[in-house]
Nanobody, 115 residues
């Protein structure tokens, strides 16, 4: 059983930065497919950034150039560095890890961008 835990959310002013962390534990193997999704009130969950095969990355158009996903393979940890934050980035951010074709989700961390 894989457990996924996110951290790093909070309140930030527009134009500010925030860094999210996510660790997947319970596996002795490297978890290749990990990424970040978000869900704003009244909206569907959407992809933010993810690692695909190997070290390839994919970003939503709305965050490309402002957000950067990175990882520490030894720790099965991924990070999401968010810069130039906007009010529309406000959402609950979820980490996703896929291991042996099973998708695991964290409990989510709230990011609020407001002055």
């Amino acid at each position: 059983q894989v457990q996924v835990v996110e951290s790093g959310g909070g309140l930030v002013q527009p134009g500010g930065s925030l860094r999210l962390s996510c660790t997947a534990s319970g596996s002795h193997f490297r978890i290749v497919n990990m990424g970040w999704y978000r869900q704003a009130p009244g909206k569907q969950r959407e992809l933010v950034a993810t690692f695909t095969s190997g070290e390839s990355t994919s970003y939503a158009d709305s965050v490309r150039g402002r957000f950067t996903i990175s990882r520490d393979n030894a720790k099965n940890t991924v990070y999401l560095q968010m810069s130039s934050l906007k009010a529309e980035d406000t959402a609950v951010y979820y980490c996703n890890a896929v291991f042996r074709s099973v998708a695991y989700w964290g409990q989510g961390t709230q990011v609020t961008v407001s002055s």
